[in-house]
């Protein structure tokens, strides 16, 4: 039996035009959803998939503000099991900040007896991109980490890793309790069933208070980076520009004349 | 002194290593110590040993630490750290850097956390040198935030691709220091056991292409790519695609450009039936020129492009194709 706990971040979700708030401290997300990292997406479909496969429990976490619980329910309704909001104003937390909170949550159930045997964080979060959450959790918890990872699987008590190295796949076995950081590429999400939906309606969500004191992420400000005008030149329209098209390419080099 | 990891391949240093190399040495320069030394880890055949220490002249590093030893012939991100940070304690260190790639930005988070200090992903300019305030990428590369490192010692990893790499003014005599760092078992615990072959192995004929023919939903399908890996052929290229047209299964995860994907920075990028979400352009945008094709004059891709063609890609690309092979069997 494998307990997963899988922490997920609640982000902005912004495939378009990108607005500041006022203060430029963080993005207004007032007129766009809210989701949360491909990564995670993925760590959640694995904590499921373990969990199911050893009849274990998949647990949720995100630290946030209370909003968060629309991203632990969507987790839900996969098929997560139980869920965790650790409340706190995520803006004031840096990363390290969120992996002392999380290490103490983690630390509390495992003294009631509710210990988590493999923890599943994103490589990285689709907002901050700190790449680290994992690695100071698992320093914290005093546990072995591996970040990139597409594909783990529990084999006789241990996580077997796969992920993409400079050579080509490779692979790892930890011997858990271990953090594992997951990158897309490996596993496919599922989508969430009519069912799923219904459960995760009622699902309780274990409410928390962070009690760590924020260091703070270091941030000063934000920018948006100068967009230049457009300065696009139209080459032409359909396969009548073909001939404009190979010629660019010989202007570039790219093709010899 | 600034200190890098440098990654190496069979050839030498990687690239992206040389980027954060010379980045560090417009950091080293403004800060009152100037010393910029490099750290390699693990076995190093003595051809590319050799090479590297030629490139690191170039570079002006002045100390090439080796960390070598039986323990670090397999790769394990702990281990790798714990020698970082004993020649970054052995001596005062500023600041310690990697390029971001999946293996710098792992050895810099243990780094970091084993020094109990913030570590700054992705930076793209650093400007005050105490404490260092630096500019770095967020959200997918869409929004820039300057941070300040805060503690006698920063921590980062170089956005691929941001800088190009440039020899420095003055070439060094680099000496070379060979050392076996002090490990623990613990350190050992999350390393490699075996390596599989992978078709993967071709990420970086993707990143590191001249050219790069991209496709996306607009490809329509799977066969739709046909007419694509064409022109990626006739060009020498390799191709890229959306995440869309990785979700939907049409071609492999390892060929996708974006956030989430391969950052590339080909001299050109022939985006084919791509919107051009942020995501996908925070991969794409280091490319020195962009030629869109979309069906959509308003598409992002078209107009944040040097040059587009407005159309369908199923008839565009194979005139292209047609003309590139008329052009090769009659060169002008
Ligand atoms: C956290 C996160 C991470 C992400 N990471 C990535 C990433 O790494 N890489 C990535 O690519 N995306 C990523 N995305 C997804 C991204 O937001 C977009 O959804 C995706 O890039 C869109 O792919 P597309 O351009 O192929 O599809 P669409 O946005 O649907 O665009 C299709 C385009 O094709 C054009 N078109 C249609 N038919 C034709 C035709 N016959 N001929 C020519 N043109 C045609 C259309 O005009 C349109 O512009 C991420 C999203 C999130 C939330
Ligand atoms: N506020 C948060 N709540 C839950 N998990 C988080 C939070 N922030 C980061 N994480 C996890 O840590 C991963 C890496 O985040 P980061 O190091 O900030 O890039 C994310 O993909 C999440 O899985």
Not at chain 2, 101 to 119: C, D, F, I, N, Y
Request: charged fraction near 20%; charge should be negative; glycine fraction near 10%.
């Amino acid at each position: 039996m494998t307990n997963v706990l899988v922490c997920i971040k609640r982000v902005p979700e912004t495939s378009g035009q990108i607005l500041l708030a006022a203060d430029a401290m963080s993005v207004d997300a007032r007129h766009v959803g809210y989701t949360v990292s491909a990564h995670e997406e993925c760590a959640v479909e694995a904590a499921i998939q373990i969990a199911s496969a050893t009849g274990g429990e998949a647990t949720v976490l995100s630290l946030g503000s209370g909003d968060s619980v629309e991203q632990i329910r969507d987790a839900v309704a996969v098929g997560c099991t139980s869920a965790i909001l650790v409340e706190a104003d995520g803006e004031r937390f840096g990363p390290g900040d969120v992996a002392s909170a999380i290490a103490e949550v983690v630390t509390t159930h495992e003294a009631a007896d509710s210990a988590f045997d493999l923890i599943l964080v994103g490589n990285d979060a689709a907002d901050t991109g700190d790449f680290q959450v994992g690695v100071r959790l698992a320093y914290a918890l005093g546990r072995p980490v591996l970040t990139g990872i597409s594909t783990v699987e529990v084999v006789d008590g241990a996580a077997v890793a796969r992920g993409d190295g400079p050579d080509g796949t490779e692979v790892f076995r930890l011997p858990l309790p271990a953090v594992i950081a997951i990158q897309e590429g490996g596993i496919t999400p599922r989508y969430p069933s009519i069912p799923g939906r219904m459960k995760a309606k009622r699902t309780a969500v274990e409410t928390v208070a962070a009690s760590v004191q924020p260091a703070g992420s270091g941030r000063v400000g934000l920018k948006l980076p100068p967009t230049p005008p457009s300065a696009v030149e139209i080459l032409g329209e359909g396969a009548a520009a073909a001939p404009a098209v190979v010629d660019l390419l010989v202007t570039l080099g790219v093709v010899s004349s | 002194m600034t200190l890098v990891l440098v990654e190496t391949d069979a050839t030498g240093a990687t690239e992206t290593s040389l980027e954060t190399l010379t980045f560090a040495r417009g950091v080293a320069a403004r800060s009152d110590s100037a010393a910029l030394e490099a750290i390699m880890v693990g076995p190093l055949s003595p051809d590319v040993s050799d090479h590297v220490l030629d490139q690191m002249r170039e570079q002006g590093v002045a100390v090439v630490h080796h960390a070598e030893g039986g323990q670090l012939s397999a790769y394990a991100a702990a281990a790798w750290a714990a020698a970082v940070v004993e020649t970054a304690t052995s001596s005062s260190t500023r600041v310690v850097m990697a390029a971001g790639t999946p293996r710098g930005s792992e050895v810099m988070a243990h780094v970091a956390t084993r020094l109990q200090v913030p570590m700054a992903a992705n930076v793209v300019a650093a400007d005050e040198t105490q404490p260092l305030v630096v500019s770095r990428q967020v959200m997918g590369g869409s929004v820039l935030e300057e941070m300040r490192l805060d503690g006698d010692l920063a921590v980062l990893t170089v956005a691929g691709h941001s800088t190009s790499a440039r020899p420095a003014e003055e070439p060094t005599e680099p000496k070379l220091v060979t050392f076996e760092p002090a490990l623990t078992d613990a350190d050992l615990v999350a390393r490699v056991v075996s390596i599989e072959e992978s078709e993967k192995a071709d990420t970086a004929g993707l990143t590191n292409a001249r050219v790069v023919v991209g496709g996306g939903r607009g490809a329509g399908s799977a066969e739709g790519f046909a007419d694509l890996l064409e022109l990626a052929d006739l060009l020498g290229g390799a191709l890229g695609v959306s995440r869309v047209v990785t979700s939907l299964g049409w071609r492999p995860h390892h060929e996708q450009v974006g956030q989430t994907g391969s950052r590339i920075a080909p001299d050109l990028y022939v985006a084919c039936g791509i919107s051009g979400a942020i995501q996908h352009w925070a991969g794409c945008q280091s490319a020195k020129t962009i030629l869109a094709i979309n069906t959509d004059p308003d598409a992002p891709m078209v107009t944040k492009a040097h040059y587009a063609v407005i159309g369908d890609l199923h008839e565009i690309v194979p005139a292209i194709n047609e003309e590139l092979r008329r052009r090769q069997a009659h060169p002008a």
